[in-house]
């Protein structure tokens, strides 16, 4: 009832900006005095449908935005949870994340769809105890605590005198470490750029390669001259192109560039066995038949709730054709299985390219398992 209430008011809208203004208006009347009335967690996402909607047309304009809209009324059903952790990304306030630049039509990525790191571990609690000021930092950096390892790095770097240079090089390269291992990039960067030893250089390619910017870190590995970081080189330039789902070309640059087994193993992963969906045909399904495409792409809850919504709307606009002898109701319910039908065409694409990123995701989540196997942080001189 609450999704009919809040497309009848759309219909009633003549003109772009007009739209606008009275789809802003209907939600706004919608959620303050319709939507108390139906009590609290009605709907299974954050932001809410209404809120949702009304960001939608904000941000994309009427057309677009409608659509995103009629999308997700039609996600939004009983089967929604069991697309926790493939789809939908986190929870808050007993909701599911689902912020509008997920299901925005011309964007090929899921904003927030993180992959969690495979080199996790506990610290040890059994380490020697420090005998000096920097033992004790090297000893906070061991055991994972960096923040106060950061303090005491800092300390040292800001205490010592002028005659004992030799160390200041390995404690701002631990500071750049300390940084780096808190995603603090801008400034593990400020302190990876306070040398040009090969150590500093490596550093800079492991920061910007950690906060995403692989161009700029594959720039830097072809410039980084010293042999010693060969393997490193190889490893973090095929890892790149894994991380921007270039399956491909990571694959060859694994298989070219080493003789060591261990990493010319990774060239396996071409991408080949990766399970996609067409976008175009996931459209095509759902054109012809209401959640078809949906449930091509995986998501059969989906298709369900969208084929019941759009047939539902339908059957109740023919029983109005031959009982509505204003034509009111019959045009209202044939708006609305218009309006449900286009958004269920829409949403049957998003669905599709949701699948490929889950199944890209998935498939990258196994390389970076045997990736993290292999140590990438150097051992600093002292």
């Known amino acids: ?80 949870w069991t697309y926790l952790d493939k789809y939908y990304s986190g929870v808050s306030n007993n909701r599911l994340n689902d912020p509008i630049e997920n299901h925005y039509i011309l964007s090929n990525k899921i904003q927030g769809a993180k992959l969690t790191t495979a080199n996790n571990q506990m610290p040890t609690s059994n380490k020697e105890r420090p005998k000096t000021e920097l033992d004790f930092a090297d000893y906070l950096f061991e055991s994972k605590d960096y923040v106060r390892a950061i303090g005491e790095y800092k300390r040292i770097l800001f205490s010592w005198s002028d005659t004992e240079n030799t160390l200041k090089d390995y404690v701002n390269l631990m500071l750049g470490e300390c ?143 031959s009982n509505d002898e204003s034509r009111i109701k019959f045009s209202i319910f044939t708006a609305l299985t218009t309006f449900f039908w286009a958004g269920n065409v829409y949403g049957a694409n998003i669905s599709a390219r949701d699948h490929n990123y889950f199944q890209q995701k998935k498939y990258l989540q196994q390389i970076e398992d045997e990736l993290g196997q292999i140590e990438l942080t150097p051992k600093y001189p002292k």
């Open 1 to 80: 009832m609450r999704k009919i209430i809040i497309l009848i008011s759309f219909s009633l809208c003549f003109g772009y900006n007009s739209l606008n203004i009275t789809a802003n208006w209907s939600i706004n009347f919608y959620k303050k005095i319709i939507s108390p009335l139906q009590g609290q967690n009605i709907c299974n996402f954050s932001p809410s449908c209404s809120q949702f909607y009304k960001q939608s047309i904000n941000k994309y304009g009427i057309v677009i935005g409608s659509l995103m809209g009629s999308d997700r009324l039609q996600r939004c059903n009983p089967w929604t």
């Open 179 to 321: 940084y780096l291992k808190t995603k603090t990039y801008a400034q593990s960067l400020y302190y990876f750029n306070a040398g040009e030893n090969p150590y500093y250089h490596y550093g800079r390619v492991r920061a910007y390669f950690e906060q995403g910017d692989y161009s700029k870190a594959r720039y830097e590995l072809k410039n980084l001259e010293s042999t010693q970081f060969d393997k490193e080189r190889i490893i973090l330039t095929g890892w790149s192109y894994y991380k921007q789902r270039d399956f491909s070309t990571g694959s060859l640059y694994f298989g070219g560039f080493s003789s060591d087994s261990q990493i010319t193993r990774l060239s396996i992963y071409d991408g080949k066995g990766i399970a996609k969906r067409s976008r175009a045909m996931s459209t095509l399904f759902s054109a012809v038949i209401p959640g078809l495409g949906q449930t091509y792409s995986g998501r059969l809850g989906d298709g369900i709730y969208s084929l019941l919504t759009v047939v539902g709307s339908a059957l109740i606009a023919n029983y109005y054709y």
